[in-house]
């Protein structure tokens, strides 16, 4: 591995801890503030390689970065009687209702004597939902820093109306070259260069280069004004917009006639209004969306991929492992460092952005399944109000630890895969 690749994989690496590191701290501060006991504030799972004992939490760091977890203590409430008090020991039968038991008990043994208020499920509903809420909504926080900084502080490469290049003739429908029997191209015909910047077509300034490709594809056969920029001075240029056969952006087995000028765009580092963020903001975590929903119907694919050779889905899911490979790769290329930064941005960005729409899916053990545990809660307890009912107490999730460990299972089974389908058969940014 290079040392750019190093660099760009420590990068990531520091990243995605700081990154997970303050996902639990926004489990932490609240739960603090609202008087549950800490005990434990780990990022990481598996043996622990370090820690420090500060108050009554223990902080620490654990050998696999592939997570984190805060310890509060009452997080299962025991069963209750009939009268409604609270039963300490019980028989059971059955393996999943041992299970259930024995987490009950564990959980209740945590609770020192006269502490039983500082127990995670005494809280009331709101509480609970700042707590389990404050994870998921700080890993948001950061997509948002990370993204806005990535778009309008470092910016991002776009192709701009500067022209990078000029192409000598109207090349044929699927070729790159020139035939000598191709014409010559209207850009070169009207003596267009490299360094000129289109700033106006036919009186109308476009905003972006996706804008002036619309313009002139919709204008073969036709004769534009082009105001070119050149070395400070603006002229206008007469251009005859040749008509050629390109690929259907729709259909790549077919193509269609539209007009062609013969130019090519430069790339630059183009900082975007802050007005413009919100926007994008919302077009990033729609996507985001709609990537974490679609995990489950990809998983076959990327077994193909792992064990047939078969080419990954680039718009499939990855794992840590492959945004590694990202971002050792943006970190190789031989690029601007300003356009490295902003993709390092954009990368840790989606990173915590799929942290905050995964957790939030409501499934045992993740903070949405506390999330919908609580809401439960408050629901039950605001029916029982209205009909004269007694409070039925904290809802008892320990009841879903079946769930919540098949769940458990299924997602170890699925980064599994995905780290060795990252490892034998990658995605490449390249394609």
Excluded at 169 to 185: I, L
Excluded at 370 to 396: C, F, N, S, T, W
Aim: charged letters at 15%.
């Amino acid at each position: 591995m290079s040392w750019p690749a190093l660099i760009g994989v420590l990068i990531f690496f520091f990243g995605i801890m700081a990154s997970i590191a303050l996902h639990e701290v926004g489990h932490l501060v609240p739960a603090k503030r609202f008087g549950v006991r800490v005990t434990q504030y780990m990022v990481g799972f598996g043996p622990t390689v370090w820690s420090k004992v500060r108050g009554e939490t223990e902080y620490g760091v654990k050998a696999i970065p592939l997570g984190g977890y805060i310890r509060m203590v009452g997080m299962f409430p025991a069963r209750r009687a009939p009268d409604g008090e609270l039963v300490f020991s019980a028989t059971s039968t059955g393996p999943f209702q041992s299970m259930i038991e024995d987490a009950r008990q564990s959980s209740m043994t945590e609770i020192s004597d006269g502490e039983e208020h500082r127990a995670f499920y005494a809280l009331s509903v709101p509480k609970k939902l700042v707590i389990m809420l404050g994870g998921p909504c700080m890993n948001l926080f950061l997509a948002i820093v990370l993204f806005t900084l990535a778009l309008a502080v470092v910016g991002v490469a776009e192709p701009t109306t500067k022209v990078e290049s000029v192409a000598e003739c109207v090349p044929q429908a699927g070729s790159d070259s020139c035939a000598p029997s191709d014409p010559e191209s209207p850009a070169a015909i009207a003596g267009l260069q490299p360094g000129d910047v289109i700033v106006a077509v036919n009186g109308q300034q476009p905003q972006s280069w996706e804008e002036l490709v619309q313009w002139v594809q919709a204008e073969g056969g036709e004769s534009l004004t082009l105001a070119v920029d050149r070395d400070g001075q603006v002229r206008d240029v007469e251009v005859d917009v040749a008509v050629a056969e390109r690929e259907d952006p729709d259909n790549a087995d077919a193509t269609i006639e539209a007009g062609y000028l013969g130019v090519s765009s430069t790339i630059e580092q183009v900082r975007q209004p802050v007005t413009a963020v919100p926007g994008r903001i919302w077009d990033f975590v729609a996507l985001s969306a709609k990537a974490v929903v679609s995990i489950p119907s990809k998983m076959a694919g990327v077994w193909q991929a792992a064990f047939s050779g078969e080419e990954r889905d680039v718009t499939g899911p990855v794992s840590v492992v492959g945004v590694g490979i990202f971002s050792a790769e943006v970190a190789e290329q031989p690029a601007p460092i300003g356009w490295k930064s902003g993709s390092m941005l954009l990368l840790l960005a989606s990173l915590n952005m799929a942290l905050f729409l995964f957790n939030l899916i409501p499934l045992l053990p993740l903070d949405g399944g506390h999330v919908a545990g609580a809401l439960y809660e408050g629901g039950r307890r605001q029916i029982a109000k209205r009909r004269g009912l007694p409070d039925p107490g904290p809802v008892d999730v320990a009841r879903l630890l079946p769930v919540a460990y098949t769940v458990a299972v299924l997602l170890i089974a699925f980064s599994g895969l995905l780290i060795y389908a990252d490892i034998v058969n990658p995605i490449r940014l390249g394609g």
